[in-house]
């Protein structure tokens, strides 16, 4: 049973990024460029996130020697992860939605009756 | 002898000319292998932010390669490399590092304090005497930072280094 987290629009930012494709590996620089964040505040999230189930980490299964560099950790979304953030998502959503007047919008009458 | 004179000052004119293009990619790529360290750097900086034992997880295993592969995704865009590392490096220096770590491992607060409760809510004689040591150790280190404060050089109680660095973790 993944942990109950706090929902900030950030971090529902990264979840939508996983939500896309969740079988989709995602690295660390990968997720930053597509989410429009700096790695300062993913990397918390990205903890945040695997330390409540949410998403599980993984390194990469390459030779070190063979491609010249160290293996990345990339992340993928867990079965409890991926319902738990949809249902966070739509509340979040639903939250956001702007205020339902009766008659339509609101009309501005400038502060004349 | 007029028109030697001036071969030999093509040939010479187009020697230096060679040389020098030589000697400026030489100076160019030796600047920049040293511009490229600057990113490792900073990163080694966000590393020293980390608690000892995150170190490895953290930066030798997950933003060190990260920052490899920055690299050698522009590895032939300098500017644009400079760019991503140092943006990568310093946000985490600044705060990433920190609060990654507050997630990773969250710092115990208020030791002393809980052990004091602990000792005074005890129920009975054997909670009493598993909460004390622990009290009798978390009041060592308080009595220590009170003395190396109130004589300002360092204090007379002397603290075992074991104690002081289990109240720290």
Same mark, same amino acid.
């Given at each position: 049973?993944?942990?109950?987290?706090?929902?900030?629009?950030?971090?529902?930012?990264?979840?939508?990024?996983?939500?896309?494709?969740p079988?989709?590996h995602?690295?660390?620089?990968?997720?930053?460029?597509?989410?429009?964040?700096?790695?300062?505040?993913?990397?918390?999230?990205?903890?945040?996130?695997e330390?409540?189930?949410?998403?599980?980490?993984?390194f990469?299964?390459?030779?070190?020697?063979?491609?010249?560099?160290?293996?990345?950790?990339?992340?993928?979304?867990?079965?409890?992860?991926?319902?738990?953030?949809?249902?966070e998502?739509?509340?979040?959503?639903?939250?956001?939605?702007?205020?339902a007047?009766?008659?339509?919008?609101?009309?501005?009458t400038?502060?004349?009756? | 002898?007029?028109n030697?004179?001036a071969?030999?000052?093509?040939i010479?004119?187009?020697?230096?000319l060679?040389?020098?293009q030589?000697?400026i990619?030489?100076?160019?790529?030796?600047?920049?292998?040293?511009?490229? /360290?600057?990113?490792?750097? =900073? #990163?080694?900086?966000?590393?020293?932010?980390?608690?000892? !034992?995150? $170190?490895?997880? +953290?930066?030798?295993?997950?933003?060190?390669?990260?920052?490899?592969?920055?690299?050698?995704?522009?590895?032939?865009?300098?500017?644009?490399?400079?760019?991503?590392?140092?943006?990568?490096?310093?946000?985490?220096?600044?705060?990433?590092?920190?609060?990654?770590?507050?997630?990773?491992?969250?710092r115990?607060?208020?030791?002393?304090v /809980?052990?004091?409760?602990? =000792? #005074?809510?005890?129920?009975?004689?054997?909670?009493?005497? !598993?909460? $004390?040591?622990? +009290?009798?150790?978390?009041s060592?280190?308080?009595?220590a930072?009170?003395?190396?404060?109130?004589?300002g050089?360092?204090g007379?109680?002397?603290?075992?280094?074991?104690?002081?660095?289990?109240?720290?973790?």
């Open positions: 049973m993944p942990e109950k987290l706090r929902m900030t629009t950030t971090v529902a930012n990264v979840l939508r990024e996983f939500l896309e494709d079988a989709e995602r690295y660390g620089f990968d997720l930053m460029q597509r989410c429009g964040i700096s790695s300062g505040s993913l990397y918390p999230i990205l903890a945040r996130l330390k409540a189930g949410w998403i599980a980490g993984h990469e299964d390459i030779d070190p020697v063979k491609e010249g560099r160290r293996p990345r950790k990339y992340y993928t979304l867990t079965a409890e992860g991926s319902v738990a953030a949809t249902r998502l739509a509340a979040l959503s639903a939250r956001l939605q702007p205020p007047w009766g008659f339509g919008p609101k009309p501005a400038g502060g004349a009756w | 002898m007029n030697v004179n071969a030999l000052l093509a010479g004119g187009l020697v230096v060679v040389l020098g030589v000697m990619s030489m100076a160019s790529k030796e600047i920049e292998g040293r511009v490229d /360290r600057i990113g490792y750097l =900073v #990163l080694r900086g966000a590393r020293r932010r980390l608690p000892t !034992e995150l $170190r490895k997880d +953290l930066h030798d295993h997950e933003w060190l390669p990260e920052m490899d592969s920055i690299m050698a995704r522009h590895k032939d865009q300098p500017i644009t490399r400079l760019w991503w590392s140092l943006r990568f490096s310093f946000a985490l220096l600044l705060f990433g590092a920190p609060r990654t770590a507050r997630v990773v491992k969250p115990a607060r208020f030791t002393w /809980r052990a004091f409760f602990r =000792v #005074l809510l005890a129920r009975s004689p054997e909670e009493h005497q !598993e909460a $004390r040591p622990q +009290l009798d150790k978390e060592q280190v308080v009595r930072h009170y003395a190396r404060f109130a004589t050089k360092g007379k109680v002397k603290v075992a280094a074991h104690v002081r660095i289990k109240s720290r973790a």
